[in-house]
């Protein structure tokens, strides 16, 4: 029997990504637990500080570094599969050297951090925002859940 992929992880960075594509598995199955969603498919791209700019400034008209930019491709992030559960599907472009320099803004494990913005990333793509304060405390909560059960 054949395991259905349901990520695809591309580098086009030097530098290392510090999770393996099973623990990148493991915090996806996690999630779709979590949040009772199906994932058809989820993009993740390494890229470096120069392209997450030139992303968010294409797409999202802002002229600076960020850590992550998710896009999903459903004209709405409710979309459901046969059986009503939210329906996901995009790509996740995370910025490793940003992420690398918060792991040591907020002294925390460069691994952790990964795992973060990918929950992060997921969260978007599920529908989530983090414009508010609230928004982002939700957020932080939902993160820090599964990144708790991926860690112990």
Known sequence: M????????FNTTN???PLAE???NELINLFIQRHS????????????????RRINSEYL?????TDIISFHYHET???MDSSSRPLLEGTIYC???????QSREFSVKLHTECLRILVHGLLHILGFEDSTMEQ????????DAIIHQITI
């Open 2 to 9: 054949s395991i259905t992929k349901i990520f695809q992880l």
């Open 15 to 17: 530098l290392e990504f």
């Open 22 to 24: 099973t623990t990148i």
């Open 37 to 52: 969603c199906t994932i058809e498919f989820i993009e993740i791209v390494i890229v470096d500080e120069a392209e997450i």
């Open 61 to 65: 008209q802002r002229d600076y570094i």
């Open 77 to 79: 992030s409710k979309f």
């Open 95 to 101: 910025c490793l050297p940003r992420i690398i320099e």
């Open 136 to 143: 982002k405390k939700i957020m932080t909560i939902e993160e």
